[in-house]
């Protein structure tokens, strides 16, 4: 999970004044030494990795391995090391990517020899191939197979199912669920209690995510763990619905605050240049500089458009 320049600030400064580091992480972060890699099982051979970036899935047992999501290279290319370690080096049969984001598909050379399929969306595909707004990567392993809908496979002891519910956070995200574990990867559809990118110029809409995240819950088992593209510093990175029923009321108020302020007659200069915590979610922060991918600017144009 990468560290944003706020949240490095925010930490230096509670550093400062605590005048101690409880955490060994946190010295590292502070210190400037690298994101150390880690494996963290969940339960029936799933689990995720955390280094940089967005929160990788797996599925190992002794007939298969599954990855969801690949990092940056370096990282991509620590989780398969580490995975060919544990695997006795049996290569990887499902690489699946959740959406198109460079911190979530930009580690998927490093799997190239190694997995044998590579699965998303068909949205997510074409957004990977020609990034909205940006340069295609000049060495990438794109996905050889693609679905609209759903895909799913019978792997190993697993059943592993990838369902698109509609427009979210890009025009192409995916829930990733191991339909035995009962272990679900929601990828950059769940920022847990952090303000998220939403991507308008790859088709996000915050009503549509709202949507999104109703379907997913209804779509799963009440004691289903999620995994989650992000979270707010120190927050963990898997939980259980109630977490996505928060986020989507946090969708809501966003929206709801930023049409309060429209009829109010403010201007998108002044709504924009909102930074106080949101009334309700404080735990979110303070809102960043506003920018093309920033919810509160995404929320003026849905508002508005």
């Known amino acids: 999970m990468s560290i944003t320049r706020r949240d490095f600030l925010a ?78 080096g049996r290569g990887v049969d499902f690489l699946i990517n959740t959406h198109h984001h460079g911190d979530h598909t930009g580690g998927n050379i490093s799997f190239r020899g190694a997995a044998k399929k590579v699965v998303a969306h068909v949205k997510a595909d074409e957004h990977m191939r020609q990034p909205p707004g940006a340069q295609a990567p000049t060495d990438q ?101 109630a977490d996505l029923v928060g986020f989507r009321n946090y969708l809501g108020a966003v929206l709801a605050f930023v049409e309060a302020q429209v009829k109010a007659g403010r201007s998108r200069e002044e709504v924009l240049a909102m930074r106080d915590p949101l009334k309700g979610f404080e735990s979110y922060g303070r809102f960043g500089q506003a920018n093309p991918r920033d919810v509160l600017t995404c929320a003026y144009e849905e508002v508005t458009s």
């Open 11 to 88: 930490t230096s400064a509670v550093a400062a004044v605590g005048g101690t580091l409880a955490r060994p992480a946190l010295a590292r972060i502070l210190q400037g030494q690298p994101a150390q890699a880690v494996f963290t099982p969940i339960r029936r051979n799933v689990g995720f990795f955390t280094m940089r970036g967005g929160t990788i899935g797996y599925l190992m047992d002794p007939a298969a391995v599954v990855v969801v999501d690949s990092q940056f290279p370096p990282e991509g290319k620590a989780c398969l090391d580490g995975l060919n370690e544990r695997s006795k």
């Open 141 to 241: 392993l794109y996905p050889d197979t693609t679905f609209t809908e759903t895909w799913n496979a019978e792997v190993g002891g697993e059943r592993v199912r990838a369902r698109h519910y509609g427009r979210a956070h890009t025009s192409g995200d995916a829930v990733i669920t191991f339909e035995r574990a009962n272990v679900a990867h929601m990828g950059d559809l769940m920022f847990n209690q952090r303000h998220p990118v939403v991507d308008r110029a790859a088709g996000a809409t915050l009503r549509g995510w709202m949507t999104v995240l109703d379907r997913a819950v209804a779509d799963h088992a009440n004691d289903t763990i999620y995994i989650y593209g992000h979270a707010n510093t120190g927050l963990p990175v898997t939980g259980s619905s």
